[in-house]
């Protein structure tokens, strides 16, 4: 039987914080699919069109890549508790936004609030690096790190549940519920840490980032609406090179960039960072394509005739088995470094693609190779961040697991321009007269998936090499940040 030993002085109990910083990035995961199964209905629940709706889901994408990164960059310098506060208070006014109005444009704003809150992530895993014992850091990462897939997995079922059985604002209701909730429980459980990252806030570098990236992401987004070869959408590519490679140009010049891009350029930041991008790709196609697969009509002579429920319960047992899986990542990670668990990570995500081409007429086969292909992303969620803590300064953590997280973003969103292109553009005339997408449009979606997780294997091998020992190369810097705090403590006192 083990006993739980109690905090070392100074230090909070590990249990209640870990617990608190994971249960917040659920919530906040769990609002990037909140509104996916209520998409089809807002043109008639709020009197907008379709293309005003999709926006719903893109300005969160848009603001969560923004803030993701400057945010943590805050955090870094000025507080990660503070700031990470502050990004749940804007999750909470957007929630109320949404739940007191039909308005598409006040939908619109809100879940542009909801979006910035993905920064959660990131500065709860700088929060752990920080406050939590050398042994413990990895494990905890990890699960911080996979909840961007939990919520995810979690949030599609839930909103079905609701969208079908109450009324659509109640969701938002929920949502701010639970935003309030984790408020009080980070003032109650989470302290702040006093490690600081010097020099001044870089809001030239910060206007730049987020104009390149609203260029690239629109772009991206919108590209199959208004045509890929359309002005505005190649106008929106243009700006965005441009945009980035001037950005690029003053980080390198400044002393305190708003992204080191030295730290950056180093193989072991770049290609983790290049790997979150195509594992954000590979995972995101099964959120995408599971639900509306198993809903198709049966007419189409490969579509189930789901509920909405049904779809988004596809997905439960893909993000039960997340749960599970980040500590057995974590020492996997411990016992041979995040390269291998990476390595497999990817392996598995392939494995369970494969097993999705071939199996999209049962609905139990269909939801083993979702489940396959989620166990693949945590083990891939839960490397990734310690990929990065090993490669840059204790005060540059939340600013680098901001920008990977936003690597993740980006992937998504080019991942959601792939398949709406291919499931648009693969499509047959149905006995009812309507169309619908054939079945290898899916089975084509699969394969490109696959593709993308094996290239983040073939990158991950690529990964500059490193002991066991290496992947809990943040120990001494933690300890070193821990006795910092404990000398600003005793100096306060």
């Known amino acids: 039987m083990s006993v739980a030993m109690p905090a070392p002085p100074g230090r909070p109990h590990p249990r209640p914080l870990v617990g608190v910083l994971a249960f917040c990035g659920v919530v906040v995961a769990v609002m990037q699919t909140l509104v996916v199964p209520l998409l089809p209905h807002v043109p008639e629940l709020t009197g907008s069109t379709t293309a005003a709706a999709s926006w719903l889901v893109t300005v969160t994408l848009l603001t969560g890549a923004v803030c993701t990164p400057v945010l943590g960059r805050v955090g870094d310098m000025y507080g990660k508790r ?145 045509g890929w070869a359309a002005p505005r959408t190649l106008a929106l590519l243009a700006a965005a090179v441009v945009v980035g490679l001037l950005w690029g140009a003053y980080e390198l010049r400044v002393p305190s960039p708003m992204v080191d891009l030295r730290v950056s350029a180093r193989p072991s930041v770049l290609l983790a960072n290049v790997a979150a991008l195509l594992i954000g790709f590979a995972f995101y196609a ?136 291919v499931l648009a553009g693969l499509t047959f005339r149905t006995a009812a007269g309507g169309t619908a997408p054939t079945l290898h449009a899916y089975l084509l979606v699969f394969l490109v998936a696959a593709g993308a997780a094996v290239a983040a294997l073939v990158v991950a091998l690529f990964l500059p090499g490193a002991s066991p020992s290496a992947a809990t190369g943040t120990v001494k810097e933690t300890t070193q940040a821990a006795d910092g705090r404990s000398l600003a403590e005793k100096g306060a006192g």
């Open 82 to 226: 503070r700031v990470l506060l502050a990004a749940l208070g804007v999750l909470v006014a957007g929630s109320v936004m949404c739940a007191v109005s039909s308005h598409i444009g006040v939908l619109i704003a809100g879940r542009a609030l909801q979006g910035a809150a993905l920064a959660v992530v990131p500065l709860g895993i700088s929060i752990m690096r920080d406050e939590l014992a050398p042994a413990r850091i990895l494990p905890s990462v990890a699960l911080m790190s996979s909840t961007l897939g939990i919520g995810a997995a979690v949030g599609l079922p839930v909103a079905a549940l609701v969208v079908e059985h109450f009324d659509w604002h109640t969701m938002f209701w929920a949502s701010a519920g639970l935003g309030v909730l984790d408020i009080l429980l980070v003032l109650r459980c989470v302290p702040e840490s006093p490690v600081r990252s010097r020099g001044r806030f870089d809001a030239v570098g910060a206007l730049g980032l987020a104009a390149a990236l609203v260029c690239l992401l629109l772009a991206v987004t919108q590209g199959a609406d208004w």
């Open 286 to 421: 099964n959120s995408l394509v599971t639900a509306q697969l198993v809903q198709e009509p049966t007419a189409t002579g490969y579509g189930l005739g789901a509920s909405i429920v049904v779809g988004g319960l596809c997905l439960l047992p893909g993000g039960l088995a997340m749960v599970a899986l980040s500590p057995l990542s974590a020492k996997i990670s411990t016992a041979y470094g995040p390269r291998f668990s990476l390595v497999l990570a990817a392996g598995v995500m392939a494995v369970g693609y494969v097993v999705r081409f071939f199996t999209s007429h049962s609905l139990w086969l269909i939801v083993l190779g979702a489940t396959v292909v989620a166990s693949g992303t945590a083990i891939a969620y839960s490397a990734l961040p310690a990929l990065v803590m090993r490669a840059v300064p204790v005060g540059e953590t939340a600013a680098a697991n901001g920008l990977n997280t936003l690597m993740r973003s980006v992937g998504q969103a080019f991942c959601s321009a792939v398949v709406a292109a």
